[in-house]
Nanobody, 123 residues
Framework: VQLQASGGGLVQTGGSLRLSCAASGRAFSDYRMAWFRQAPGRDREFVATITWGGGSTLEADSVEGRFTISRDNAKNTVYLQMNSLKPEDTAVYYC?????????????????WGQGTQVTVSS
């Protein structure tokens, strides 16, 4: 499966952005999807994940209550709605997919990765 992330940009503290990740290739609905992020000089960090049917989601403590992951299997797209953005949310955001097992918060669980989209939050 190929993943294409979009929707990043520059926003002020307290603002909102919605990231999209469009998938092509094999059946999108078979895959667990996730968002990760990586800030300069820091390790990649789990942000959120959603099961293949969308019935279960999990967000990192650092974004819970501000970010929401969702998916539209008819459009082969997963979204990350980001509200109340903070400067510490600044990072490159990556979408990822897996149809295997593994710990959903760990990057090594995911087999496919998008190219990343930059999110910058100004103070």
């Amino acid at each position: 499966v190929q993943l294409q992330a979009s929707g990043g940009g520059l926003v002020q503290t307290g603002g909102s952005l919605r990231l999209s990740c469009a998938a092509s290739g094999r059946a999108f609905s078979d895959y667990r999807m996730a968002w990760f992020r990586q800030a300069p000089g820091r390790d990649r960090e789990f942000v959120a994940t959603i099961t293949w049917g969308g019935g279960s989601t999990l967000e990192a403590d650092s974004v819970e209550g501000r970010f929401t992951i969702s998916r539209d299997n008819a459009k082969n797209t997963v979204y990350l709605q980001m509200n109340s953005l903070k400067p510490e949310d600044t990072a490159v955001y990556y979408c990822a997919a897996t149809n295997g097992a593994g710990i959903p918060t760990m990057g090594r669980t995911y087999d496919y990765w998008g190219q990343g989209t930059q999110v910058t939050v100004s103070s």
